[in-house]
């Protein structure tokens, strides 16, 4: 396909958006087999302007992880290659990472691939995108196909009333809620489990327990457990689990540290222990000790406090002799 540079250009060829007739020189298009479903999608280039977030994206405050994007960002132009996907609405459903990085850029258009979609294809399509490695976690997949119940319960009130139960009802049978649970769950790529816990969580879990699980702080099942205490006592946990993890990071970072400097090898524990015993009262009530939950059988000493313990060899007894 021939680079597109007018709008002339873009009314013949029905692959270009029509929608400004002062475009700027516009870059070739790839032109894979691009199908989702049986929807054939068409090649188009769209300004950065012309394209919208989804309703859910928004609604759910749903955002492109800095660390993807500075990953991406390291490819150069090469990140760019692959279009974004978007529905006749110019809404994106694939690809938010790289309208981010290209509004960043400044970059004035990009290549996509529109898609005539349902509301509701929108939204799995979206789901199936982001369970990728580094999509969504699972409590925003959660969030996101919860937004699909609307679709389910009406799909299963008109099966539940085609089948003659309870005709004229706006109720679902249990049987029939169920199937939407499960049908969420598949969606997002959950066990029924974690989509009725997340539901849980939504009405009981304080807010700032509900933004860690958004930044993946925490996994659904130990926030649901959370959510059980008083929303003062979630935050007490939540911010105690985060100062323990803040300590043990540090201390990985010192062992690695201490590793890449090769620092004498440390002294066994029982010359620690005969060691830290010949510490003066006034020495040894200057010294805190802490408990860590980090898996092993393991004492750490600062170097502050290794420095300051007299050498073990000055409190060994001398023998001048040894007879077998």
Known sequence: MNAIGSGNAAAKNPRVSTRTSDRPFLPEIPEPEWQYGDNPGQPVICRLSELRHHASYVRLRLTVPASKLSALAEQGELAFREPLAITRDRIVIDGYARWELARLKKRLV??????????????????????????????CRILLAREL??????????????????????????????????????????????????????????????????????????????????????????????????????????????????????PDLGSLARRLSELQPYESNSVKVSVMRVPGRMIFVTEELMQSL?????SMPICTAYNR
């Open 110 to 139: 990009l290549p996509c691939v529109e898609y005539e979609l349902t509301e509701e294809e929108a939204i799995r399509w979206l789901l199936q995108k982001h369970r990728r490695s580094d999509g969504m976690n699972d409590f």
């Open 149 to 266: 119940e609307p679709f389910l319960k009406a799909k299963a009130l008109s099966n539940q009333r085609f089948g003659g139960r309870m005709k004229g009802s706006s109720n679902l049978t249990e049987d029939a809620a169920v199937d939407v649970r499960k049908e969420i769950a598949a969606a997002a790529g959950v066990s029924v489990g974690n989509v009725t816990k997340v539901k849980q969580l939504l009405g009981i879990g304080h807010r700032e327990l509900l933004e860690a699980l958004r930044g993946s702080e925490v996994s659904i099942h130990r926030a649901w457990k959370w959510s059980k205490e008083s929303p003062d006592r979630q935050i007490e946990t939540l911010r105690a689990y985060r100062a323990e993890r803040g300590v043990n990071k540090c201390i990985r970072d010192l062992i690695s540290r201490h590793k890449r400097k090769q620092t004498p090898t440390a």
């Open 310 to 314: 007299r050498p073990y060899q000055e």
